[in-house]
């Protein structure tokens, strides 16, 4: 277990989860200040007197630009006497691309990995998406990588807010969520079998129970396109469910995701604030202070 940091510092497309997660580990919390010149160049600027042991926590959607940023803020730091660096990433960019499929192709979860262990002493993420490697730490090589899981507080939000629910994964790499979020109200679940047909298009056959007047939940890691659930969604309103509600990780949305979502028959759409979105409900503040022994 990581040792608690002194001081979390944060950044303005970032704030408010970083400053609900100092609150819970009861530490100091300091913005880092970003001018962004008109080439795209950044200039950053740390708070002053940094103790030992610091954290930056930044979600890694959009990522870029932050990556180059985090470099620099990293190395501010130890110029200014930190030796203890964490990143906390609630969503950790690259991690899919775990091999080449073709020839040329950059394996980008290698790459971007051994760029953050260069940067960073430990790192800590909420369910990172991987794929042939399971340790986080084979993909991001330092001292310690950390990867929490936000599937119970997914269970617990809905075991707060829907009676006798049936959650449902919609393909078998999201069994392990949907297991996980169904043992914190002892929820009867399912995981559907999707055929991805293109980056947009996906085909999802239903498991053969019933799903008549249920209230089910699709539960996934992650979504962008959110094509996967509103398939998943149209073949469960073909079985007369009750309702259809969706519950995420990352809400990775593209522009109007969530109103195509609603528009497929899903009643509600719910998700942690690992990326800000409009549809966080459940904060992750509680869970990645657990990284931390006291």
């Given at each position: 277990?990581?040792?608690?940091?002194?001081?979390?510092?944060?950044?303005?497309?970032?704030?408010?989860?970083?400053?609900?997660?100092?609150?819970?580990?009861?530490?100091?919390?300091?913005?880092?200040?970003?001018?962004?010149?008109?080439?795209?160049?950044?200039?950053l600027t740390l708070a002053q007197n940094l103790p030992n042991s610091?954290?930056?926590?930044?979600?890694?959607?959009?990522?870029?630009?932050?990556?180059?940023?985090?470099?620099?803020?990293?190395?501010?730091?130890?110029?200014?006497?930190?030796?203890?660096?964490?990143?906390?990433?609630?969503?950790?960019?690259?991690?899919?691309?775990?091999?080449?499929?073709?020839?040329?192709?950059?394996?980008?979860?290698?790459?971007?990995?051994?760029?953050?262990?260069?940067?960073?002493?430990?790192?800590?993420?909420?369910?990172?998406?991987?794929?042939?490697?399971?340790?986080?730490?084979?993909?991001?090589?330092?001292?310690?990588?950390?990867?929490?899981?936000?599937?119970?507080?997914?269970?617990?939000?809905?075991?707060?807010?829907?009676?006798?629910?049936?959650?449902?994964?919609?393909?078998?790499?999201?069994?392990?969520?949907?297991?996980?979020?169904?043992?914190?109200?002892?929820?009867?679940?399912?995981?559907?079998?999707?055929?991805?047909?293109?980056?947009?298009?996906?085909?999802?056959?239903?498991?053969?129970?019933?799903?008549?007047?249920?209230?089910?939940?699709?539960?996934?890691?992650?979504?962008?396109?959110?094509?996967?659930?509103?398939?998943?969604?149209?073949?469960?309103?073909?079985?007369?469910?009750?309702?259809?509600?969706?519950?995420?990780?990352?809400?990775?949305?593209?522009?109007?995701?969530?109103?195509?979502?609603?528009?497929?028959?899903?009643?509600?759409?719910?998700?942690?604030?690992?990326?800000?979105?409009?549809?966080?409900?459940?904060?992750?503040?509680?869970?990645?202070?657990?990284?931390?022994?006291?």
């Amino acid at each position: 277990m990581q040792k608690k940091p002194q001081m979390l510092l944060g950044f303005a497309d970032y704030d408010t989860p970083a400053k609900n997660l100092a609150a819970a580990l009861n530490i100091d919390y300091e913005i880092v200040d970003i001018h962004r010149f008109p080439d795209g160049e950044s200039k950053l600027t740390l708070a002053q007197n940094l103790p030992n042991s610091i954290a930056f926590c930044r979600s890694l959607n959009q990522p870029n630009d932050k990556l180059i940023e985090l470099m620099l803020a990293a190395q501010t730091a130890r110029d200014h006497g930190a030796c203890d660096i964490t990143l906390i990433a609630p969503y950790l960019c690259y991690m899919r691309q775990d091999k080449a499929f073709n020839p040329g192709e950059a394996i980008s979860q290698k790459i971007v990995g051994k760029f953050l262990a260069e940067h960073f002493d430990a790192v800590i993420t909420v369910d990172a998406h991987l794929h042939r490697v399971h340790d986080l730490r084979e993909a991001v090589p330092v001292t310690q990588a950390v990867n929490l899981s936000a599937a119970e507080l997914i269970g617990e939000h809905v075991k707060a807010n829907i009676e006798n629910p049936l959650l449902l994964g919609p393909d078998e790499e999201s069994k392990q969520w949907v297991e996980t979020a169904a043992k914190t109200g002892e929820f009867e679940y399912a995981v559907a079998l999707k055929q991805r047909m293109g980056d947009r298009s996906v085909k999802i056959s239903l498991p053969d129970i019933p799903f008549a007047n249920r209230n089910v939940v699709i539960i996934d890691d992650m979504a962008s396109t959110g094509q996967t659930i509103i398939e998943t969604a149209r073949q469960l309103i073909q079985h007369k469910v009750a309702n259809v509600y969706c519950a995420v990780t990352h809400a990775l949305f593209y522009e109007q995701v969530t109103e195509r979502m609603q528009q497929s028959g899903i009643t509600a759409v719910w998700s942690t604030d690992s990326v800000q979105h409009p549809t966080n409900n459940i904060s992750l503040a509680r869970l990645l202070a657990t990284a931390f022994a006291a």
